[in-house]
């Protein structure tokens, strides 16, 4: 079992910037990878970002490129997804999740998921 535990959601207008944190625990050792998806309000969930445990390899939505940045802290099990230049187009319910492969993009492959914490993105 593998427990995800996101924060760092808020509300901040259009350009600014938040930081979300994924801190991880249990099993971790069985994934290979932790990605970032969001979910708009009557939308599906999609793929934001993920990077890999082990070598930080990382992978990017195109909606995101340019403007996000996943990191991550293995010694505290914390993966971080920096987002810059908001748009009112990034609101939704951000989820961090584990995947046993590297690099994948649909809900399907991934294993684990965290409550999600809300980003609000005001015009």
């Known amino acids: 079992q593998v427990q995800l535990a996101e924060s760092g959601g808020g509300l901040v207008q259009a350009g600014g910037s938040l930081r979300l944190s994924c801190e991880a625990s249990g099993r971790t050792f069985r994934t290979a990878a932790l990605g970032w998806f969001r979910q708009a309000p009557g939308k599906e969930r999609e793929f934001v970002a993920s990077i890999t445990w082990g070598t930080g390899s990382t992978y990017y939505a195109d909606s995101v490129k340019g403007r996000f940045t996943i990191s991550r802290d293995n010694a505290k099990n914390t993966v971080y997804l920096q987002m810059n230049s908001l748009e009112p187009e990034d609101t939704a319910v951000y989820y961090c999740?584990?995947?046993?492969?590297?690099?994948?993009?649909?809900?399907?492959?991934?294993?684990?998921w965290g409550q999600g914490t809300q980003v609000t993105v005001s015009s």
């Open positions: 999740a584990t995947s046993a492969a590297w690099p994948r993009v649909q809900v399907r492959n991934y294993d684990y």
